[in-house]
């Protein structure tokens, strides 16, 4: 089950069957990641309880080296049992101490395995991912998975579970000791331990809830400071630099005031604990010294008893602590589970068909197609496109321009009808095959970190550097790539920083024309270029498009030029299709657009 809600939203309201589906998908993903490393755990388990029975035997042999091997020297002057004694307090405390080095790092290395594992896990499938779910599910909350979310499992896994098993096996050994050492001395540490549990469980639910809200507080602190950043150019803009001061302060405090709740339970719990064992500790020792004066009971066994009781509160807080990490650790994993639970909206086919090499010819049958969140965008489209003719959709702002290109490119499927290349559905064919046929290029020209030549390459990464710079020639890019610091081998830095905007543009201009689609749509693709960049490029595509089918979205009626054909678009309809002159002479709303357009250049 993937509830979109569920998985895509951090809700608190879900129902009972919701919450149990959740736990349920969670407990499924842990026992798919830790399958793999069974035998590893179980080894590691080993040797925690063997480490945590070597770490509580000490007591237990210095009560026996001063009730026995001492006397022994005194009256016999026997000095075997002493030096037993002391070599088997030096055995154990070199084996707990070497044991605790070996399953740490065994559980380390499981802990590791899990989280490459996962981290692998939840990149490949958030980039299998439809576009429907990376519009719906904000990138912010993509890199918390991938980030906070993942850091929480990985305290839990390196820190929280070793506390939890080794503190309950060295409490329980410890309490067995004493029991077995001076039965009194164990019921005094078992009534104390009533209010250390009361003491603990309180802490436990009260920082539960303090501990989600220092979460909360400092996930909208980072999301507020991300956005922020992000949106610097519009800040600058806007001045709106001290009203963001003034957001982000009141952030800042809300995550310090939480901080201050969660620091307050400690100072709390603490002490509380602290006080327990001392009052255990002087019971032990006051009720030990009576027994010893009577000589009902030896020094030995209740330095030993003093000893354990010391001990035995120590690995308390580390439990109650665990439990704080597990509520953190449970939630990302539940998080983490939905998105690796979501399914493509738009999935690769079964037995997809076969298509090498495809010539270009586009069909449009009755499609129809809503988004989740809204009406139909395209009520009933019927187009047919020849193979290698030039079409531009023009139109006013959601007139489904964009929306007919998503559906070309195969980004959504159609909600009713088919969307067809060479008479092949789109979604009978195999996203590789797809994606060497159609190529889209957007206002958005993203480079990644590298060097302009793999930027350019990204659609052909055998491509020669030959064929990088031929592609670069042919949009007009050449010239200015090669008046870069190492030309070619320029680092583009962090996206795409180095070069304008322009220059990002012609860059996926000549990462497109490498990649050699049958089918090539631009969207908005010529925004960002200044009008002598413009023109070099319309020079280009009318070479490079002649033997190929292209559809370009464009506002600047100066790239519509370059078309065969013209589709006016309103409300998912086309009103008007024709050559761009025909339009023009035929007087009606494309005229009416391109008589605006040339005024507005006078």
């Known amino acids: 089950m993937s509830v979109h809600g569920v998985s895509g939203e951090d809700r608190d309201d879900y129902t009972k069957e919701e919450s149990r589906e959740i736990r349920l998908r969670s407990r499924r993903l842990l026992l798919q990641l830790v399958r793999p490393h069974v035998r590893r755990i179980t080894w590691t388990m080993v040797l925690v309880v063997i480490s945590a029975g070597a770490g509580v035997v000490g007591p237990a042999i210095i009560a026996y080296g001063v009730d026995t091997a001492l006397p022994a020297i005194l009256d016999d002057q026997d000095w075997l049992p002493l030096w037993g004694a002391t070599i088997a307090y030096v055995v154990s405390a070199v084996a707990a101490g070497v044991l605790m080095y070996v399953y740490t790092v065994s559980s380390a290395r499981i802990s590791q395995a899990v989280l490459f594992s996962l981290r692998r896990r939840l990149f490949d499938h958030t980039q299998r991912l439809s576009l429907e779910f990376h519009e719906q599910y904000t990138s912010g909350r993509i890199i918390a998975r991938q980030t906070s979310d993942l850091e929480s499992i ?74 922020t950043m992000t949106g610097i150019r519009a800040v600058k803009a806007f001045r709106t630099e001290r009203r963001n001061d003034d957001e982000f302060g009141d952030r800042v405090e809300d995550y310090r005031v939480a901080n201050h709740r969660v ?24 009720l030990g010294g009576i027994r010893v004066i009577d000589g009902t009971l030896e020094v030995g066994v209740l330095l030993a008893t003093a000893l354990y009781a010391r001990q035995f509160f120590q690995p308390i807080q580390g439990v109650a602590m665990f439990f704080n990490g597990y509520q953190s650790a449970s939630a990302a994993l539940e998080k983490i589970s939905g998105v690796l639970e979501e399914q493509p909206t738009v999935p690769e086919p079964g037995e997809p068909a076969v298509l090498v090499h ?54 959504y499927d159609p909600s009713d009808g088919a969307v067809r290349l060479d008479g092949v559905d789109l979604r009978d064919l195999a996203n590789d095959d797809l994606r060497r046929a159609v190529v889209m290029v957007t206002q958005e020209a993203y480079l990644f970190s590298g060097t302009v030549a793999e930027n350019i390459a990204l659609g052909k990464p055998d491509a020669t550097r030959a064929e990088i710079e031929a ?116 007087g009606g709303r494309f005229a009416d657009l391109h008589r605006a357009w040339r005024e507005s250049l006078v």
């Open 154 to 227: 990985r305290d839990l896994l390196d820190q929280g579970l070793n506390e939890l098993v080794r503190g309950i096996l060295f409490m329980a050994f410890t309490g067995v000791a004493m029991v077995l050492l001076d039965p009194i001395s164990g019921l005094v540490l078992g009534i104390a331990l009533v209010p250390a549990i009361i003491l603990t469980r309180w802490f436990q639910v009260r920082s539960t809830v303090l501990f989600r809200e220092t979460r909360t507080t400092s996930a909208r602190m980072i999301v507020y400071f991300v956005e």
């Open 263 to 286: 620091i307050s339970i400690f100072g709390v719990y603490e002490p509380g604990i602290v006080a327990l064992g001392a009052t255990s500790i002087a019971a032990i020792v006051l």
């Open 358 to 411: 495809a010539k270009g010819r586009l069909d449009f049958d009755e499609v129809r197609f809503a988004y989740a969140t809204g009406g139909d965008v395209l009520p009933a489209l019927d187009l047919h496109i020849p193979a290698g003719q030039t079409v531009a959709l023009v139109g006013t702002t959601g007139a489904g321009k964009t929306t007919l290109a998503k559906l070309l490119a195969r980004f």
């Open 471 to 586: 592609a670069a020639r042919a949009v007009g890019a050449h010239e200015f790539v090669s008046a870069l610091p190492d030309g070619y081998d320029t680092d583009v830095n962090k996206r795409g920083g180095r070069v304008s905007s322009g220059q990002r543009q012609l860059l996926s201009f000549a990462r497109a024309f490498l990649a050699d689609p049958a089918v090539l749509i631009l969207d908005e693709a010529t925004a960002s270029l200044d009008i002598p960049s413009e023109r070099l490029v319309q020079e280009a595509l009318q070479t490079l498009l002649a033997d190929r089918t292209a559809i370009i979205i464009a506002h600047r009626l100066s790239t519509v030029a370059i078309a065969d054909r013209v589709l006016v678009m309103e409300h998912g309809r086309v009103i008007e299709d024709d050559a761009p002159d025909a339009l023009i002479a035929a």
